[in-house]
């Protein structure tokens, strides 16, 4: 038997935004240069010439590396690899943010997955999931059905590989905890087992006790006791406070590695990672930790094939009917969002009007003495003639062509969904 090493890291490298971009970025390519990893796949890698530079700093080491493109700026996902690359490729999801969220971004960024196909000398061919789920702005799930779909998709692409008797492996950041929804659908419906959460009953025992503060020798062993990846107050960039001394844990589990449950991969070691400080500074090396497990491949002899009829999920009725409620209350969202866009968009073209009306009386107004106020006021109604033209007719465009295309996609899933209930209902009726 061998051994296979991953990691996942997001790399916090947006351009202008993150703090010391570039000086982070060269960091975790040096520390990624000095470990041993056999596939490393990296999210937010905004600028390319990030990638580059990781790139050719791993080239000894792992010579095999992706770049997925997608959106206006990039999709910022990033596969390196020890073992020769088959093939790659990358699927957009279908809802991935709203194109008027300027600031939140992520619709201009293509969210989606990318994955690629490596011919492991033991474990023959396996393909690697690369991906970065929208995030939810705050503590209102606004995108709780852009989640749910992507999710769902990816679970679909996962289910797709393993009909084709593949080992895989998901890696990225989910932006979901583990007692959310898309943690179920991707465990449960695509049959994916949480690397540390396999390993993290017979780790435990090796923890200090948290009931008694004094006993955490370290920063890092609360962090590697709840698998803390994001939101932590020991991250020089987390928005958390600094805890007090508490035996609380503080921060999410949003960064995870995932694997076919009951293939040839086995889990033996997962553990949070890169939670030191760059040599030399007081600053962590990304706004998240990274992710690391090992696993060991087993003989092909000892383990069942994984391929799986259509109608397998390990879903539960509960579960599909909570996915479907809230795909319909986003649809009626959806709605809502597209008559407000629609009103918005007649108010700014009868503005525009007013404006243009206001432009032609004062424009035809004789030479006196209030030349200047004239003039003004001129200007003024030109301008705002012109941002009400130009916003007018965009608004209405998204309001028709997103809002629709956001409402017929939560309708193609709640159909999709109702035929997995339907064969749970079967399933469960033919055990009665």
């Known amino acids: 038997m061998s051994n296979l090493s991953v990691l996942s890291?997001?790399?916090?490298?947006?351009?202008?935004?993150?703090?010391?971009?570039?000086?982070?970025?060269?960091?975790?390519?040096?520390?990624?240069?000095?470990?041993?990893?056999?596939?490393?796949?990296?999210?937010?890698?905004w600028v390319k010439e990030d990638f580059q530079c990781i790139k050719s700093r791993l080239s000894s080491r792992l010579p095999f590396a992706k770049y997925f493109f997608s959106g206006a700026l990039g999709s910022g996902l990033a596969i390196f690899s020890r073992f020769p690359i088959l093939e790659s490729s990358y699927v957009c999801y279908t809802l991935a943010g709203h194109p008027l969220m300027l600031w939140h971004g992520d619709y201009y960024v293509g969210k989606g997955c990318g994955s690629v196909t490596i011919e492991h000398p033991k474990a023959g061919v396996l393909q690697v999931f690369n991906t970065h789920l929208h995030a939810e702005y705050g503590k209102t799930p606004q995108y709780q059905n852009h989640l749910l779909s992507e999710g769902w998709e990816l679970a679909l692409l996962v289910r797709s590989a393993i009909a084709h008797g593949r080992q895989v492996i998901v890696a990225?950041?989910?932006?979901?905890?583990?007692?959310?929804?898309?943690?179920?659908?991707?465990?449960?419906?695509?049959?994916?087992?949480?690397?540390?959460?396999?390993?993290?009953?017979?780790?435990?025992?090796?923890?200090?006790?948290?009931?008694?503060?004094?006993?955490?020798?370290?920063?890092?062993?609360?962090?590697?006791?709840?698998?803390?990846?994001?939101?932590?107050?020991?991250?020089?960039?987390?928005?958390?406070?600094?805890?007090i001394i508490t035996s609380e844990i503080v921060g999410d589990r949003i960064d995870y590695l995932f694997y076919?449950?009951?293939?040839?991969?086995?889990?033996?070691?997962?553990?949070?990672?890169l939670t030191d400080y760059i040599p030399m500074?007081?600053?962590?090396?990304?706004?998240?930790?990274?992710?690391?497990?090992?696993?060991?491949?087993?003989?092909?002899d000892t383990v069942a094939s994984s391929l799986l009829s259509p109608t397998t999920t390990y879903l539960e009725s509960a579960t599909v009917l909570e996915?479907?409620?809230?795909?319909?209350?986003?649809?009626?969202?959806?709605?809502?969002?597209?008559?407000?866009?629609?009103?918005?968009?007649?108010?700014?073209?009868?503005?525009?009007?007013?404006?243009?009306?206001?432009?032609?009386?004062?424009?035809?107004?004789?030479?006196?003495?209030?030349?200047?106020?004239?003039?003004?006021?001129?200007l003024l109604c030109g301008l705002i003639l012109i941002v009400c033209s130009a916003s007018a007719p965009?608004?209405?465009?998204?309001?028709?062509?997103?809002?629709h295309k956001e409402e017929q996609a939560q309708m193609?899933?709640?159909?999709?969904?109702?035929?997995?209930?339907?064969?749970?209902?079967?399933?469960?009726?033919?055990?009665?």
């Open 9 to 45: 890291l997001n790399c916090w490298g947006l351009y202008l935004i993150a703090s010391k971009r570039r000086a982070r970025l060269l960091a975790i390519a040096d520390a990624l240069c000095h470990a041993d990893y056999d596939i490393i796949a990296l999210q937010e890698v």
């Open 172 to 243: 990225g950041d989910f932006n979901s905890v583990p007692d959310s929804l898309v943690y179920r659908i991707i465990t449960q419906h695509g049959f994916m087992a949480d690397s540390w959460q396999q390993i993290k009953t017979s780790r435990q025992s090796s923890f200090p006790n948290t009931s008694n503060v004094e006993h955490l020798s370290t920063r890092i062993d609360p962090i590697q006791q709840a698998g803390i990846t994001c939101n932590s107050p020991l991250n020089t960039w987390s928005s958390s406070q600094p805890p």
């Open 260 to 273: 076919l449950s009951g293939s040839r991969l086995k889990c033996i070691d997962s553990r949070v990672a």
């Open 281 to 300: 500074t007081s600053m962590s090396y990304s706004d998240h930790f990274g992710v690391h497990s090992t696993f060991t491949i087993l003989p092909s």
């Open 323 to 378: 996915c479907i409620e809230i795909l319909k209350r986003g649809q009626i969202q959806s709605k809502r969002t597209s008559e407000r866009l629609y009103i918005s968009s007649a108010l700014l073209l009868l503005m525009a009007i007013c404006m243009y009306v206001l432009t032609i009386q004062y424009a035809g107004q004789p030479t006196h003495a209030q030349n200047s106020y004239v003039l003004l006021v001129t």
């Open 394 to 403: 965009l608004l209405f465009v998204v309001g028709f062509v997103f809002g």
């Open 412 to 432: 193609q899933l709640e159909t999709d969904l109702e035929v997995v209930l339907s064969h749970l209902d079967k399933a469960q009726h033919s055990l009665c």
